[in-house]
């Protein structure tokens, strides 16, 4: 699936199963929140804290897909096309960056 399919998929679910989108603001912290319940899982199965029971059968990929969820709602109600904006972004690292992770003695 593109973004271009994912964002009119997600359109589609919200007008007629939805009803109508959450307000920007509204969806701006569910993304929030749906970033957290990442990074919790992240902190836990792969930082330094310790897992608790209830966590460890939580998926990340759910997780990611429900970030992923809420901002396409976002994009789709504030008018962005994601592919236009994800290859432009593209563009500005591969021009920005091109040598700079290269010559970062750090990452050698």
Do not use: P
């Not at 919790?40 to 759910?62: H, M, N, P, T, V």
């Not at 709602?73 to 920005?96: P, S, W, Y």
Request: net charge negative; aromatic share 6%; glycine share 4%.
């Amino acid at each position: 699936m593109t973004l271009d399919e994912a964002q009119q998929t997600v359109d589609n679910w919200i007008k007629t199963v939805g009803v109508r989108y959450f307000n920007e603001l509204t969806n701006m912290a569910m993304l929030t929140e749906e970033v957290g319940e990442v990074a919790r899982i992240i902190a836990r199965r792969y930082g330094e804290q310790s897992e608790k029971e209830s966590d460890k059968a939580k998926d990340l990929g759910d997780e990611m897909a429900d970030v992923l969820w809420v901002l396409l709602c976002l994009a789709n109600q504030t008018g962005i096309n994601l592919t236009e904006a994800f290859e432009r972004n593209l563009d500005k690292k591969n021009i920005r960056d091109a040598t700079r992770h290269l010559n970062n003695e750090k990452l050698k």
